[in-house]
């Protein structure tokens, strides 16, 4: 017999559902400013915020996990899907840091706005499964096919990489090598965090297949 989900009204759902839902608000910001380019400190200030309220639901999680005796999935699982979202939230503030930083102007090439794009549907649909842990038999078929959504997110992101780079580098001239360089680790940055992503489709879908 499998092993089911314990009390639904763990406050580790709420937790997760809490940083979940930072880590979408942070994606949606990110893309706003890719896609718009408006008043960079604001929306970086906006972001930092965000941020914050992730790493004190992240450190909530990570004392609650040691000091209760029975949780509603395995500890590890739990350890691994808080560490992630956690790490998701911190890699697009830093990608937002870093483009306010270097100064990095408007995106001009659209696969970083197509990689923007990809970031949000992905962490939809990670919010989308987390939400749906609480009634795990319910909703079982809800995360599986969340899950197989990150996946292909994940595969259309790595295409946007390539095509991407290899557009950036075609319509370059020596003199923006230094401009190509910073747009270059943005690319990369972005591809990263959908890899983020994709590692908690893998965890949320090895939950659902244990639990159900």
Known sequence: MSPRLKPSNDKFFKYMNES??????????????????PDSEEQLKKL???GDRSDQVYRKT???LGKSFITPFEREDIYSLASKLHGIMDSIYGIMQMMVLYKIGR????????????LVQSTQEI???????????KNYDMVVEACSKISQFEHEGDYLYRTGVALLLDTADS?????VLKWKEIFERLE???DYCEDVGDILKGVAVKYV
């Open 127 to 137: 919010q989308k499964a987390v939400d749906a842990l609480q009634n795990l038999g």
């Open 20 to 37: 979940s839902h930072s880590m979408c608000e942070g994606a949606l910001i990110l893309k706003d400013f890719i896609d718009n380019n």
């Open 62 to 64: 990570i004392t609650k």
């Open 48 to 50: 930092r915020a965000i």
């Open 192 to 194: 990263k965090v959908l």
């Open 107 to 118: 995106a001009m090439n659209p696969n970083i706005i197509g990689l923007a794009c990809v």
């Open 175 to 179: 003199s923006a090598m230094i401009e």
